[in-house]
């Protein structure tokens, strides 16, 4: 009985040092302005009608059609902001280039997807938001450049009229905003990435604290993005049951999901379809 007892404390003390590091910042102003959006996934991009992902024809149809926008910035070689979602522009320009190699001026030269759009900078699609719908920011980390793409980030926001949040995968962005940008909505984006096919190369440890999203112990994020296939993730579940965090799923693609998100209090990341 005294080792069943033992074993019983032991798994309560377990559980709460689990909860505690699970423990997200709360009661941070500024998502009301956010809440009850419904945010493009790239933009509201179809390429059967010529407009391609992470394009400014994607975010003007999304403001057009009054949703937000989720959008994806890299750090480029001259300082300058790029969106689009890989680091290497073979997917979306056929080009054998990484984005962080090159400078603003040369985006002109790497046509999206096969259509007349090419790769924009932050500072045009924050004009074209100014003032309008709310912007969904992920931070795209590579060559441990995370301090400098998250300055560089908020020095492009500074005076910028618009409510946005900003979001990534890579914990040291996060941990950047809290401590030199505390004032910003952060969110830590996961999924499973236990899943063989989600492996990216990462260590079965470094899968399992990311999955489980146990970096909140050090970050302190306002919402999670997690993939939305995945959110019965049992931390995803303690953190909204003890805490309140608030949930953003990504990436919907049908509206009965989305119906079903929205009846669970989660904010949805769409593509693929127009609500």
């Given at each position: 009985?005294?080792?069943?007892?033992?074993?019983?404390?032991?798994?309560?003390?377990?559980?709460?040092?689990?909860?505690?590091?699970?423990?997200?910042?709360?009661?941070?102003?500024?998502?009301?302005?956010?809440?009850?959006?419904?945010?493009?996934?790239?933009?509201?991009?179809?390429?059967?009608?010529?407009?391609?992902?992470?394009?400014?024809?994607?975010?003007?149809?999304?403001?057009?059609?009054?949703?937000?926008?989720?959008?994806?910035?890299?750090?480029?070689?001259?300082?300058?902001?790029?969106?689009?979602?890989?680091?290497?522009?073979?997917?979306?320009?056929?080009?054998?280039?990484?984005?962080?190699?090159?400078?603003?001026?040369?985006?002109?030269?790497?046509?999206?997807?096969?259509?007349?759009?090419?790769?924009?900078?932050?500072?045009?699609?924050?004009?074209?938001?100014?003032?309008?719908?709310?912007?969904?920011?992920?931070?795209?980390?590579?060559?441990?450049?995370?301090?400098?793409?998250?300055?560089?980030?908020?020095?492009?926001?500074?005076?910028?009229?618009?409510?946005?949040?900003?979001?990534?995968?890579?914990?040291?962005?996060?941990?950047?905003?809290?401590?030199?940008?505390?004032?910003?909505?952060?969110?830590?984006?996961?999924?499973?990435?236990?899943?063989?096919?989600?492996?990216?190369g990462l260590s079965l440890p470094v899968r399992f604290a990311l999955t489980n999203l146990l970096t909140t112990?050090?970050?302190?994020?306002?919402?999670?993005?997690?993939?939305?296939?995945?959110?019965?993730?049992?931390?995803?579940?303690?953190?909204?049951?003890?805490?309140?965090?608030?949930?953003?799923?990504?990436?919907?693609?049908?509206?009965?999901?989305?119906?079903?998100?929205?009846?669970?209090?989660?904010?949805?990341?769409?593509?693929?379809?127009?609500?």
């Amino acid at each position: 009985m005294k080792i069943i007892a033992k074993a019983g404390l032991a798994a309560l003390g377990a559980a709460g040092v689990w909860c505690a590091l699970l423990a997200p910042r709360r009661n941070q102003p500024g998502w009301e302005r956010l809440e009850g959006v419904r945010y493009a996934h790239r933009g509201l991009h179809d390429l059967a009608l010529g407009i391609p992902e992470n394009s400014m024809a994607a975010f003007r149809r999304a403001v057009e059609h009054g949703f937000g926008a989720e959008l994806d910035v890299h750090l480029m070689a001259d300082g300058g902001l790029a969106v689009v979602h890989d680091s290497s522009l073979k997917r979306v320009c056929g080009a054998d280039v990484c984005i962080e190699d090159l400078t603003a001026a040369d985006l002109a030269r790497y046509p999206l997807m096969g259509t007349q759009e090419t790769i924009p900078l932050l500072s045009q699609v924050l004009e074209l938001f100014q003032g309008k719908t709310p912007l969904v920011i992920e931070l795209k980390v590579e060559r441990g450049n995370a301090a400098a793409l998250t300055d560089g980030v908020m020095a492009a926001l500074e005076g910028w009229n618009g409510a946005y949040c900003l979001e990534s995968f890579h914990p040291a962005a996060l941990l950047r905003l809290k401590e030199k940008h505390p004032q910003v909505l952060r969110g830590q984006l996961s999924q499973n990435f236990l899943k063989p096919e989600e492996a990216n190369g990462l260590s079965l440890p470094v899968r399992f604290a990311l999955t489980n999203l146990l970096t909140t112990a050090f970050t302190r994020p306002d919402f999670i993005a997690y993939g939305w296939k995945d959110r019965g993730n049992a931390s995803l579940r303690l953190m909204k049951a003890l805490y309140g965090v608030h949930e953003v799923s990504w990436t919907v693609r049908d509206r009965e999901t989305m119906d079903a998100l929205d009846r669970a209090g989660a904010a949805s990341i769409f593509e693929g379809f127009v609500p």
